[in-house]
């Protein structure tokens, strides 16, 4: 008996290949990230970085301050230099702080970025 098939429909199951294990691994409408209130978006350049904290200069010229460690500690941040274009997901913390999830290039361009959310 070829098991050939069998195989490959449970690596597809374990993968997340087939309808499904997509239905629940859709990626979120636009304007909301993962799901989830509490994350946020951000949209800026690099002004600096000091350790673990990022210095975000957003397009409202505003200076965000960003606890990156999470991010740095997941693996889950591009190289960071002054005014690199960069998405910042995560949570803002009572302090004003975002805690970076995820920090992602972006292009040059922010008139055409999407609003911060």
């Not at 990230?33 to 200069?57: A, F, K, W």
């Not at 505003?62 to 995560?90: C, E, M, Q, W, Y």
């Amino acid at each position: 008996m070829n098991r050939a098939p069998a195989l490959l429909i449970a690596l597809a199951l374990a993968l997340g290949i087939g309808s499904a294990a997509t239905a629940s691994t859709a990626p979120a409408p636009a304007g909301t990230v993962s799901g989830s209130p509490t994350e946020h978006e951000y949209y800026g350049t690099v002004r600096n970085v000091s350790g673990t904290t990022l210095y975000l200069i957003l397009r409202t010229g505003r200076v965000l301050v960003v606890d990156a460690s999470k991010a740095f500690a997941d693996n889950r941040s591009v190289l960071l230099t002054p005014t690199r274009p960069v998405i910042v997901r995560g949570t803002l913390g009572s302090n004003a702080v975002l805690h970076a999830i995820v920090i992602l290039r972006s292009h040059s361009m922010p008139e055409y970025w999407p609003a911060d959310s």
